[in-house]
């Protein structure tokens, strides 16, 4: 540690201590991580369209694409570890009225429906990559070496979806009956 880094201090309610601060820090780079990154991906989505949509609409939309094979919402839901269906189904609908994506099936209950990308879409998709060739790539190509360190992030991120997957199951099963009153610190 630097002498500067020495005499910031880092403790509060959440980081109490050395593993608690790292912890915290680590979550604060994910929370702006992941915002640059939706930010990242509306922008590249809208130069390409000049639609605007979120990033979470951007993601969906590649998920679809991702082996051209159609997928259903619960599929989607579940490559994104998201369970937010009505908000997934939204962002469908948006796709679908902005012709990115279309409907498929719905016939049989087994089957559902299910989305693939349009023509349209494919296009979309595939300019999106170009530009993102030509910018993120580039960027990342340039700080060089940084493929092992992706590498590893990815592995960290992944262990980390896993207990935090696993830490909010416990939180749901022993969670506290609310009151009537919203009182979130009356036990």
């Known amino acids: 540690m630097s002498d500067v880094e020495?005499?910031?201090?880092?403790?509060?309610?959440?980081?109490?201590?050395?593993?608690?601060?790292?912890?915290?820090?680590f979550e604060y780079s994910v929370m702006r991580a992941f915002e640059g990154f939706a930010r990242w991906q509306a922008e590249c989505l809208a130069a390409v369209t000049g639609l605007q949509m979120s990033g979470g609409d951007n993601a969906i939309l590649h998920v679809i694409r991702?082996?051209?094979?159609?997928?259903?919402?619960?599929?989607?839901?579940?490559?994104?570890n998201r369970d937010d269906l009505p908000n997934i189904q939204?962002?469908?609908?948006?796709?679908?009225?902005?012709?990115?994506?279309?409907?498929?099936?719905g016939g049989s209950h087994r089957q559902g429906v299910r989305y693939e990308t349009t023509a349209q879409g494919r296009a979309v998709t595939e300019r999106y990559a170009a530009v993102r060739r030509a910018l993120l790539v580039a960027f990342t190509?340039?700080?060089?070496?940084?493929?092992?360190?992706l590498e590893r992030a990815t592995r960290t991120l992944e262990l980390m979806a896993g207990i935090y997957e696993q830490a909010a199951r416990i939180a749901a099963t022993h969670r506290r009956p609310t009151t009537d009153h919203g009182d979130a610190g009356s036990a």
Do not use: C, Q
Not at 66 to 80: F, N, S, V, Y
Not at 141 to 149: H, N, V
């Open 66 to 80: 991702m082996k051209d094979r159609p997928k259903g919402a619960k599929e989607i839901a579940r490559l994104l």
């Open 141 to 149: 190509r340039s700080a060089g070496g940084l493929d092992s360190e």
């Open 90 to 105: 939204y962002s469908l609908r948006k796709l679908v009225k902005a012709g990115l994506i279309t409907k498929r099936g």
């Open 6 to 25: 020495d005499t910031l201090d880092r403790h509060w309610h959440l980081a109490t201590d050395d593993h608690e601060i790292a912890l915290a820090e």
